[in-house]
């Protein structure tokens, strides 16, 4: 469950295949976000990423006070903390976080209009919440490499 502000870290996290939710699918405004974010997260069995000190308190051992804002940085948190490893998977859809299946011939066709012109080869996959196509790199060849960079040295970052 990602808070608000870190909408970038919701979408790596999604390209990296995890489940995530984000807060700002759910209407701003609620004066008990908060307590309904912490709720759910209870319920849900799922981990809240939060830059708020505040509401990372509250959550205690299910919550992550995210350190950094810029999203390499968090990732990197996370990566130290073991709770995700940097690798691109395409299974989930980085908008909705619905789940990706193999495309049909015609889905595949519907894309047409951002799908790669050469599609020898290529296996595609359809996000069936939001329809959506997908392919291996769709997600970006530099997000792999972005994530390729995070390394596990600890020696700069001993503070996580
Ligand atoms: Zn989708």
Known sequence: ?????????????????????SANSFPAGNPREDTFLLSLVGEEGRVLLTRDHELARRGQGGAVLIRSDDVLDQVWQLTALGLVAPEVVTSRCPLC???????????????????????HGI?????????????????????????????????????W
């Open 1 to 21: 469950m990602v808070d608000r502000m870190l909408g970038t870290l919701t979408r790596y996290l999604r390209c990296m295949g995890y489940d995530t939710l």
């Open 97 to 119: 976080n619905g789940l990706l299946s193999p495309a049909t011939a015609e889905q595949v066709a519907s894309a047409a209009s951002y799908a790669p012109a050469d599609q």
């Open 123 to 159: 296996p595609f996959f359809w996000c069936h919440h939001c329809g959506r196509l997908y392919w291996e790199g769709s997600h970006g060849n530099d997000l792999q490499q972005r994530l390729s960079t995070i390394r596990c040295e600890g020696a700069c970052h001993s503070d």
